[in-house]
């Protein structure tokens, strides 16, 4: 005998809680927070609302939900909602186990069949969620009175599996109405039809915080039946969001090799770490982990197109290569009304900032002064995103109070790799100017540092 959907994923929630195994594959930041609260859930058998701004990975947890399911389903063949061979619900089902009995035709459902999912828009209407009459069977000669008229909806043809529907509040507060049933009395009730459809089905949702969206809000009797509500949030900490850039950054495939320094990588996920505590931003609508992909991957396309010009093998990102990010960014981040007009220069307050808080995270030097001073009147060094390696080498030759600390940056292989050292030298360049021992001079892509006196 089947068992309720709900049961089946509390016992192989229960089962890879008791095994020490991962709940859901793929996401990460979540294991002290989010997923104890949906474990809970899961063993309790509720269905769940998760409420995030966008970017939070909402889908991605629901659909790694289908993990949960076993494997394979039996169902009655030709059953268009998956009827259970020993209790049929359709009026399909129940005809053709009542005529062919143990001769009935079996089929076996892929656990990944069993998931169904919607994106709210207003204009989803209930024959799109629950069914309507299909006209087509009717002109073929059904009455409207006939079960086996209906066209059933994506509710019902997950059944005995999960649904989810994508930022709830979007749906009309009529047609969230229609889903009250499915939530208790777990049945849908189709019009014109004295039909009642006892459904198997684990609803999930998700949903941006009612503060923020105002296309729509959840009827306080939908939100009511769901059992569990839990909070997503954004990577607490920069390592979290440099691990979660790493795994879902797409990079260009090009024959150049790519290789980026920590300290960069740390440099774009503190940037969108420090948009998410920005006052010139609307926090609101949320800062998504999207835009540190996005801007990773503009990082290393620009460096990849250095490495293209000037013939190089190997691609390094530079701190000249950040000013990329300003296409990548502009896009993902919301700027106030009062800062209308002037995302660029938020955009460099923020890249300026994280580069600062890596520098001092990661950089000591013990003679700073001694570097300073090496920098005379006549001393100028140009760095660009258009510039080969071998001009940052030239610079190391004529300063060489730069060389210890740029290849304390660059790493051990620092010997074997031009553009690493260049890359360290660039950002060591920064770094003192940032902490105001050195003037830039900037213009796009190019900048001059030179002494402060």
């Known amino acids: ?60 947890l629901i659909r790694s939900l289908v993990g949960l399911l076993n494997e394979w389903l039996p169902i009655v063949g ?15 089902a129940r005809l053709r186990v009542a005529d062919e009995g143990d001769e009935t035709p079996v089929e076996w459902l892929h656990r990944s069949e069993r998931y169904g999912e919607k994106l709210a828009t207003p204009d989803t209407s ?29 509710v019902p043809r997950v059944n005995r ?3 989810a529907v994508n930022e709830l509040p979007d749906l009309a507060e009529r047609i969230q109405v229609g889903l009250l049933n499915v939530l208790e009395e777990r049945d849908v009730q189709i019009r014109g039809h004295r039909i009642r459809l006892p459904l198997d089905i684990v609803l999930v949702a998700t949903a941006n915080p009612e503060d923020y969206t105002n296309r729509g809000r959840i009827i306080t009797p939908l939100k009511d039946r769901f059992g569990a509500q839990i909070r997503t949030h954004y990577p607490l900490d920069t390592a979290t969001e440099v691990t979660i850039m790493e795994a879902e950054a797409q990079l260009p495939e090009s024959g150049v090799q790519v290789t980026v320094p920590e300290y960069l990588k740390e440099v774009v996920a503190e940037m969108t770490q420090l948009a998410r505590r920005s006052p010139h931003l609307n926090q609101r609508s949320g800062v998504s982990v999207r835009l ?49 007009g002037q995302e660029d220069q938020v955009v460099a307050q923020l890249v300026a900032a994280a580069v600062l808080s890596v520098f001092r995270r990661r950089v000591t030097l013990e003679d700073p002064s001694a570097i300073v001073a090496a920098f005379g009147d006549e001393i100028v060094v140009h760095a660009g995103d258009d510039l080969p390696s071998a001009t940052y080498l030239a610079v190391l030759a004529e300063l060489p109070e730069l060389e210890a600390p740029t290849r304390a940056l660059a790493g051990p292989d620092a010997s074997e790799s031009p553009a690493l050292m260049a890359a360290a030298l660039e950002f060591l360049l920064e770094g003192l100017h940032l ?18 006196r």
Do not use: C, W
């Open 126 to 154: 209930i024959a799109d969620l629950i069914g309507e009459v299909d006209p087509i069977k009717v002109a073929e000669g059904r009455y409207l009175s006939d079960e086996l008229a209906l066209h059933y909806g994506l």
């Open 78 to 92: 030709g059953s268009e909602i998956n009827d259970d061979p020993y209790n049929p619900t359709s009026r399909f």
């Open 292 to 340: 540190t992909i996005a801007n990773y991957e503009t990082l290393v396309a620009n460096a990849v197109r250095r490495a293209l010009r000037t013939g190089e093998p190997v691609a390094v990102p530079r701190v000249s290569d950040l000013s990329s990010m300003l296409s990548s960014t502009q896009g993902k981040i919301e700027v106030e009304a009062l800062e209308e």
């Open 435 to 452: 902490t105001k021992r050195l003037n830039k001079d900037a213009s796009g892509f190019r900048a001059l540092y030179r002494s402060r």
């Open 161 to 163: 599996g999960i649904f």
């Open 1 to 60: 005998m089947s068992i309720p959907v709900a049961e089946e994923l509390r016992r192989n929630a229960a089962a890879r809680v008791a095994a020490g195994e991962p709940m859901v594959a793929g996401v990460l930041g979540f294991e002290d927070t989010v997923i104890p609260q949906l474990e809970n859930a899961l063993l309790a058998g509720h269905d769940v609302i998760l409420l995030g701004e966008r970017g939070q990975a909402k889908t991605r």
